[in-house]
Nanobody, 118 residues
């Protein structure tokens, strides 16, 4: 049994910053890739950033230069530092982890809401 729990969402003004975290818990043998996705109201869920177990990162063009994904393998936690937030960043942000328990499976958190508004 694996659980992923996001935290750090909230209301922020345009140009502001937020830090999100997602901690995985349970009987985990290994975690490979971890990622952040977001889903804005009325839109499909899209990939924001990914990070491998070795620390190789990818950031979507829409957030490149503003958001930074990182991880702490000892804590089974992935982070998303968000700077220069824009109203179009408003969305529910969810984390995903590829986890080895007895087999490899993708697990999702429930999400945390980020609202960027003046």
């Amino acid at each position: 049994q694996v659980q992923l729990v996001e935290s750090g969402g909230g209301l922020v003004q345009p140009g502001g910053s937020l830090s999100l975290s997602c901690a995985a818990s349970g009987s985990i043998s290994q975690i490979a890739d971890m990622a952040w996705y977001r889903q804005a109201p009325g839109k499909q869920r899209v990939l924001v950033a990914t990070i491998t177990s070795g620390g190789t990162t990818y950031h979507a063009d829409a957030v490149k230069g503003r958001f930074t994904i990182s991880r702490d393998n000892a804590k089974n936690t992935v982070y998303l530092q968000m700077n220069g937030l824009k109203p179009e960043d408003t969305a529910v942000y969810s984390c995903k982890a590829d986890v080895l328990v007895r087999r490899w499976m993708a697990y999702w958190g429930e999400g945390t809401l980020v609202t960027v508004s003046s």
